[in-house]
Structure formats: C-alpha cells, structure tokens
C-alpha cells in the first residue's frame, strides 16, 4: 500500500483548527480516575519503572534500593496491580530485533463513528496501542508482523483499510529510533518532567540473530510476573533450566538487543498521568539527528523518532510527551519548541480522546496466522 499521493486531500497541521472541525471529544474512562499514592508509593513505582532486577530474588534488590523491607514492597508492589495502577510488572522485548515488522499508522476514519473501525483494527494481535487523536487523521495505531507473516505488514495494512472503510492510511514507520522508554515520573514536577539528562545513542533497528531457545524463553516468560520471592522460578522451570542458568540468558538477551529491560508498565490515568501529546516537528534534514537526540533526552518524552515526510506532513521528528494535564504536555513541548526554536508551522501536537488498545505484544503465537486466516480472504 502506497502513501497519499500528492494532491491528495491533505490533513491540517494545526491541532486546534482539528479541534474547532466538530470530531468527537470522547475520552476513555477505562481503570477511572487517578488515585492517591504516597511519597513511597511513587518511589517504588519509580524504580519498578526503571529496571527490574533479573536477579533470583529481585524485590529482595528493590526493596533494599528504596530502603524498605521485602514484605511492604511485595505488598505494596501486589496492592498497586490489583488497583490497576501497576498495569504489569513483564520483559519488553525488542520487536524489530525479533524480526518483526512493525509501524506506526494514521487513518482516516468516519469522524462520527470511529469506534467500528477502531474495533476492527484491535482485532489485530499485532496491534498494541490504538488511539483517536484531534487530527483529520484520526485513528492511530502501532502494528507488527511476524517474520513469517504472509500478508506481511503491507498487506495487512491493505485488509485493515478494506474492512475499516478508511478513506486513507498513512504508512510512518520509524527510520531512527532515538528513544523509547515509557517510564513516567511520579516523584518530580513539571521541572522534572523538562529537565534533560544525557542523550543516548540511535537505537539498532535491525533484525538481531536468535534460536529456538530464545523463543521457548520468550514464550515462557512475557506477559505479567508475579509477585514473589522468586518470580523469575516459573518460566525457568518452563523452559527446563534452572533460574541462575535463566537469568544469564536473560542478560545475554539485554547485550544481543532482543530484551530491553523487565520493568513496570503503569496505567497512566490511574496513576496521574491524564494527557499525552505526541509533538510533531518540522525538522531540517541536516538537523534530524543531532536535534532527534537532544529531544530524546528530556525526561518527560517517552518516545522520539524520525519518521519519513510527504508533500502534506511535513514533520520528521515525533516526541511523545505525557503529563498530569494537558497544560503539563504543553509545558514540555512548549520548553522543546523553545529551545530548538520550533514555532507556527514548524510544529504541531496531537492529543488523544480515547484509548481504544493499549497492551503488550506477545510474540510467536498462533494468533497472528489465526487472523490472516480470517481475513486474508
């Protein structure tokens, strides 16, 4: 499936004329509203965020780092998932590492009912993250695909823009992944959330070597962990090694980029966070990587990449920001624009209404084939 071609009807870029369009102002209530936590509460989720420990005793580490003891952090660390404040404590494996083809999409949907068509994209497994967001573009998505998917990614995209009834689909895939770390501040204030730390590197977006073990532990260990003395046991036994000879696996997996990090992944409106904005940016071509890297390192984004322009988006750099408010969102945005000197058309912010998906992916299941199965004819 091609890009719009030029001459096409063109998306605004301005976020506030897609408002006054008249589109729908919905707003997910799914979790409810956010909920009180201590100050101890939101150092724990902070290291819990950070890097969960692949040790055999790993809430016995954490629970020595935030200077408590092992019983108050597991029962605060099983308190918070049962409130659905933690969303799940699980490995985030690297997709394009695994060979799987993934990208981040813009359609165009029905305006006054988007939820038909959002429904048919979340049937999608490979879709992780899918929201309506004030644009002409409405419905946007992240999506991958096995190595051995036989639609692939293209015509995947092809059957879900069939069914939907999309009037467009805008392929973004990520050319340079300067960060992706989803990791909310929950100690700081908006100073925090601006502050800026060292920029690392451009992130490998190459598929890395793997084996069958890699996939019987990938298998046996993502989705949620428990909260136990020893969580790391149950898939050790899984896949028939015992847990010290897991866990240097496990590190192998970090040094062959396949594992990023075991970590916490919150529900960000129950834990305060109520908006999130993905800043988009007009960036000079000689520009793009010195100024993606320097935007990648304020705290309060998330995500930055260069995605590829075309005659009516002309933004090559993508910050996701997220904030305990809107105004929060733009506080961040607002001090990258002013220190890059981003101003008028040189930028734009898109805000979410509803979270339609948001999960973590599971790889090498049945059910990508399952779905192409379905709909491939």
Excluded at 20 to 44: H, M, Q, V, Y
Excluded at 331 to 359: Q, V, W
């Amino acid at each position: 499936m091609s890009a719009p071609p030029d001459g096409q009807a063109a998306p605004a870029a301005d976020s506030a004329k897609a408002g006054a369009r008249g589109g729908p102002k919905l707003r997910s209530r799914e979790g409810g509203a956010a909920i009180p936590l201590d100050a101890t509460d939101r150092r724990l989720m902070n290291l819990l965020q950070s890097n969960f420990p692949l040790e055999p005793e790993p809430f016995a580490l954490v629970a020595a780092e935030a200077e408590l003891e092992v019983e108050d952090v597991m029962t605060r660390a099983q308190r918070l998932l049962d409130g659905r404040i933690i969303r799940e404590i699980t490995p985030i494996f690297d997709t394009r590492a695994l060979g799987y083809s993934s990208m981040l999409v813009a359609a165009r949907v029905d305006s006054e009912h988007p939820h038909r068509p959002a429904g048919i994209v979340n049937s999608h497994p490979g879709v992780s993250h899918n929201y309506l967001r004030n644009h002409d573009f409405n419905l946007w998505f992240t999506i991958a695909t096995p190595p051995d998917s036989e639609l692939g990614l293209e015509g995947t995209l092809e059957v879900l823009q069939r069914l939907t009834g999309a009037d467009s689909i805008r392929q973004l895939p990520t050319l340079t992944l300067f960060k992706i770390n989803m990791n909310l501040e929950m100690e700081g204030g908006t100073d925090a959330l601006e502050a800026t730390a060292e920029a690392a590197p451009p992130r490998e977006l190459e598929p890395q070597p793997y084996d069958e073990r890699d996939i019987a532990v990938i298998r046996a260990l993502q989705g949620p962990m428990e909260v136990a003395d020893r969580p790391y046991d149950a898939a050790a036994s899984e896949v028939g090694m015992d847990t010290a000879e897991l866990l240097d696996h496990l590190r192998g997996m970090v040094e062959r980029k396949i594992l990023r990090r075991v970590a916490a992944i919150l529900y960000h409106r129950r834990a305060g966070f109520s908006a999130n904005g993905m800043g988009v940016w007009r960036v000079p071509e000689d520009r793009i990587e010195e100024t993606g890297a320097r935007m990648a390192a304020v705290r309060g984004v998330s995500h930055c990449y260069q995605r590829p322009t075309y005659a009516d988006w002309p933004y090559s750099v993508f910050t996701m920001a997220h904030g305990r408010s809107k105004e929060e969102c733009d506080s961040i945005l607002d001090s990258i624009a002013d220190e890059h000197g981003f101003h008028g058309d040189d930028r734009a912010t898109l805000y979410s209404s509803t979270e339609f998906k948001k999960i973590r992916l599971r790889y090498f299941t049945d059910e990508y084939a399952a779905w192409e199965a379905e709909h491939s004819g």
